[in-house]
């Protein structure tokens, strides 16, 4: 993937860091694009992980150019509309025209119908309100799909004939209880997806969506250890970086023939 581009959203941690990283391994120049977070304490969430959400680009940045790659990080918002244009921008000033969306990022909140309560692992949920839905849709449905959009405005205006498009997802068709924002912003971002694997198809765009196993992003405690190992549709805790592996794979010359589809990894 020597002389491609791409956009990592939420590469300051986790998995669209490692994602950042394995592009950069195979060629690739990564416009790295976060936003730092800072969550209240909550007994159920390790300190890891709001320390990584809390973090800056600048490690991934300095791991990639250690190994001779080239890449540059951006702290943007991307619940703002106007941040998907921004971030094209600086990639084709800096790096170049964009070939490859990596969208990563989530405006993640534990939500649900029930009252405010404390689930199986210790987390805190709040009932489902228009804050806990604005800050999820805001960025895993309304960013990714503009994002999309100035993915494919730009392509298409180029007359670009090769182009990537990755979306990470949880959640399934029955919803995901105790997440319902979460689940219902990225079955949004799915529809978003295929519909543009389908419409991009003759501009060479391959787009799918990526469902990873249980990850440890830092958030991964004890009781969900247990309960992936009791589980029998939960096979794994992988590292981030072997989820990146699959979204590097997606985005090479390898998978043209791999588009509309939902990669379930367990």
């Given at each position: 993937?020597?002389?491609?581009?791409?956009?990592?959203?939420?590469?300051?941690?986790?998995?669209?860091?490692?994602?950042?990283?394995?592009?950069?391994?195979?060629?690739?120049?990564?416009?790295?694009?976060?936003?730092?977070?800072h969550?209240?304490?909550?007994?159920?969430?390790?300190?890891?992980?709001?320390?990584?959400?809390?973090?800056?680009?600048?490690?991934?940045?300095?791991?990639?150019?250690?190994?001779?790659?080239?890449?540059?990080?951006?702290?943007?918002?991307?619940s703002?509309?106007?941040?998907?244009?921004?971030?094209?921008?600086?990639?084709?000033?800096?790096?170049?025209?964009?070939?490859?969306?990596?969208?990563?990022?989530?405006?993640?909140?534990?939500?649900?119908?029930?009252?405010?309560?404390?689930?199986?692992?210790?987390?805190?949920?709040?009932?489902?309100?228009?804050?806990?839905?604005?800050?999820?849709?805001?960025?895993?449905?309304?960013?990714?799909?503009?994002?999309?959009?100035?993915?494919?405005?730009?392509?298409?205006?180029?007359?670009?004939?090769?182009g990537?498009?990755?979306?990470?997802?949880?959640?399934?068709?029955?919803?995901?209880?105790?997440?319902?924002?979460?689940?219902a912003?990225?079955?949004?971002?799915?529809?978003?997806?295929m519909?543009?694997?389908?419409?991009?198809?003759?501009?060479?765009?391959?787009?799918?969506?990526?469902?990873?196993?249980?990850?440890?992003?830092?958030?991964?405690?004890?009781?969900?250890?247990?309960?992936?190992?009791?589980?029998?549709?939960?096979?794994?805790?992988?590292?981030?970086?072997?989820?990146?592996?699959?979204?590097?794979?997606?985005?090479?010359?390898?998978?043209?023939l791999?588009?509309?589809?939902?990669?379930?990894?367990?």
């Open positions: 993937m020597s002389g491609r581009t791409a956009i990592v959203t939420g590469a300051n941690h986790g998995i669209g860091a490692a994602t950042a990283v394995a592009l950069a391994r195979q060629g690739c120049s990564v416009l790295c694009t976060y936003l730092r977070v969550d209240e304490v909550d007994p159920g969430m390790p300190q890891a992980y709001r320390d990584n959400r809390a973090g800056s680009a600048d490690a991934v940045i300095a791991e990639i150019e250690a190994t001779g790659g080239r890449a540059v990080a951006i702290e943007a918002d991307l703002d509309p106007a941040t998907p244009a921004v971030l094209f921008d600086a990639a084709e000033e800096q790096l170049g025209p964009v070939d490859i969306l990596i969208n990563n990022a989530t405006g993640w909140v534990a939500d649900t119908f029930r009252p405010a309560t404390i689930d199986r692992n210790g987390r805190s949920l709040r009932p489902v309100n228009a804050a806990t839905w604005s800050q999820q849709f805001a960025i895993d449905a309304m960013a990714a799909a503009l994002m999309i959009a100035e993915f494919a405005r730009r392509h298409i205006a180029r007359g670009a004939t090769w990537r498009i990755v979306g990470l997802t949880s959640g399934g068709d029955l919803g995901f209880p105790e997440e319902v924002s979460y689940g912003a990225k079955a949004a971002q799915l529809n978003y997806t519909s543009a694997a389908l419409e991009l198809g003759e501009y060479g765009v391959t787009a799918n969506m990526v469902y990873p196993p249980v990850t440890d992003t830092g958030w991964v405690t004890s009781p969900v250890r247990e309960f992936v190992k009791s589980s029998v549709t939960h096979f794994h805790v992988a590292d981030p970086a072997q989820v990146a592996d699959v979204i590097a794979y997606l985005a090479s010359d390898a998978a043209e791999i588009t509309a589809n939902v990669i379930t990894l367990r």
